[in-house]
């Protein structure tokens, strides 16, 4: 079983900067894959990015360049640090933890960004 706590959302006007922080109640090195995904309203949920144990990463097409998915393994904690942010970035985003070939979730946090 693993918790995720996310924070760091908030409104930020077009061309801002946010980081997202999402707490794992375990090792992250336990943690095959970790990750952010998020929902705009009306549409579903899509992968952001995510980083493995090894720290190989990927990322969606629309925010690469923008955004970068980091971890702190002694803080257990993984990043979202989101640059340039437009506002087809709204959207609630979602941690995730593959582990043992079970998905965990976060409660998800808001970013909402403004023209």
């Known amino acids: 079983q693993v918790q995720l706590v996310e924070s760091g959302g908030g409104l930020v006007q077009a061309g801002g900067s946010l980081r997202l922080s999402c707490a794992a109640s375990?090792?992250?090195?336990?943690?095959?894959?970790m990750g952010w995904y998020r929902q705009a309203p009306g549409k579903q949920r899509e992968l952001v990015a995510t980083i493995t144990r090894g720290s190989s990463t990927n990322y969606a097409d629309s925010v690469k360049g923008r955004f970068t998915i980091s971890t702190d393994n002694a803080k257990n904690t993984v990043y979202l640090q989101m640059n340039s942010l437009k506002t087809e970035d709204t959207a609630v985003y979602y941690c995730?933890?593959?582990?043992?070939?079970?998905?965990?979730w976060g409660q998800g946090t808001q970013v909402s960004v403004s023209s």
């Open positions: 995730n933890a593959l582990m043992w070939a079970m998905d965990y």
């Open positions: 375990t090792n992250i090195l336990r943690i095959a894959s």
